[in-house]
């Protein structure tokens, strides 16, 4: 009889964890690596540009089994920063279709991350501070901006007070994430990831101390869960039954009496209740304060969230945050704190990182797993490298 993990999954012990396929509904993953979303702030009215081609592209080249957008903004004043990439409009799915075209093309799944971010719409790239951008700088440069939350509670000291969301501008919200994986299924995208962490709107919804309402979205713990609930019921509606559906929380936010790791542990039960397969745990951005000194952060911080909401919610999990090395993923796979690895900034170094983990874990014997246009040429310098060092070893080498 082959061995099934603790989620009922066959399990192959002759093969490493992280390159076993993953079953989600009716998409597979060719392995356990996913490109985690990363802010490029390259587009250009939240349409995709040739640097989102290439830099998502690569990853497919690379190895992973699934590549994510960064934040897309599901309304025009929900963008992080000013050139995030957007699906607010039906302009944006022919440039997001040729995306999802070549990554798939490549083997890989592609995913794209939902996201409204609230009170902390609109700051600078990292490289220019990432600060707050003042309204003046906004209404100088003649852009459609607004910054909502649940109440008059602004991010922190360089944040505008955001406007307290009305009802409607509350059912405006819902319906631009459920419009957005409309166009979303028309781009061709396997995944939608609902960014439900960093402080962006959901988030701010999720904790006592951002939203401060008395009315049905806010005051007890199951108000305060209402909005991420209606997202993924909305989204769930309008997204096909065969196409999973993953979203990232912020599974501690940061802050004293805040949200925390109990509190992530209800709400991924009921989204899973609503058709969510997999939660991206992830920690920390409530404000302004918690985006720098959320955790104490090392190797693999993040990766008890993953392994306490996988066990305790029975639902799959994303770990995520300082996961550098071949080993250590394999480890938090064999260790059941999770089912999937997030690389993100490792991935920049090396976007060739899934190819390199399948060699170190002796996945691959050269480079089988490479493009082929590649590996033609890698495995011809490997047979020049083998000779050069026996060469050096019989002492015929110079």
Sequence with gaps: MPRRNECGCRVNASRPLLFQPLALRGATLRNRIVISPMCQHAARDGQA??????????????????????????????????????????????????ICDFVRGEGALIGVQLAHAGRKAFSEPLWEGGRALTPQQLEADGLVWRRVGPSAVAAGPEWSTPDAMTEADIAAAIESFAAATRRARTAGFDVIELHFGHGYLVATFLSPLSNRRTDRWGGTRE???????????????????????????????????????????????????????????SSGGLSEETRRANVPRGLGFQVPFSKTVRREARVMTQAVGVIMSPEQAEAILADGAADLIAIGREALRTPYWPNEAARALGQAERFETWPLRHAVWLDRREALLRQLAQDDTSGTGT
């Design 49 to 98: 540009q040739p640097w989102h081609l290439v830099h998502y592209g690569k990853f497919a080249l690379g190895g992973a089994g699934l590549v994510v957008t960064e934040s897309t903004a599901v309304a025009e004043h929900a963008r992080i920063g000013t050139a995030d990439l957007g699906i607010w409009s039906d302009d944006h799915v022919p440039g997001l279709s040729q």
């Design 223 to 281: 108000n305060r869960m209402r909005l991420a609930r209606e997202i993924a019921a909305a989204v769930r509606a309008e997204w096909p039954e065969d196409r999973p559906l993953f979203a990232r929380l912020s599974c501690v936010d940061g802050a004293e009496d805040s949200w925390g790791l109990d509190d992530s542990v209800v709400l991924a039960r009921a989204l899973a209740d609503l058709g969510v397969d997999v939660i991206d745990c």
